[in-house]
């Protein structure tokens, strides 16, 4: 999946965010889970809400799947313009 660059008005989004971590980045990976953050094996991303998104530094890490809205599963798609 692409990484999403940083987008205006997705802070007045109220539902959960996915984003991109590496296996290997442990440390990281502890404090998704420790603010709430939910492991999707299948889709191999992490869900949480923005605030957090923020608070951990991670908006250049969000993703947008085409089969969340879009047009195929899998694929990820950037946002623009909002």
């Known amino acids: ?15 959960p965010f996915t984003v991109q971590v590496a296996w290997h980045e442990k440390p990281l990976r502890e404090k998704l889970k420790k603010h709430g953050g ?27 799947e085409k089969g969340r809205g879009g047009s195929g599963p899998g694929d990820v798609t950037p946002v623009e313009g909002l």
Request: with cysteine; proline share 7%; hydrophobic share 45%.
């Open 1 to 15: 999946p692409r990484r999403l660059s940083w987008c205006r008005g997705w802070e007045a989004v109220p539902s």
């Open 38 to 64: 939910q492991w999707d094996p299948a889709r191999k991303l992490w869900s949480l809400r923005y605030n957090a998104v923020v608070y951990l530094g991670l908006e250049d890490r969000i993703v947008v």
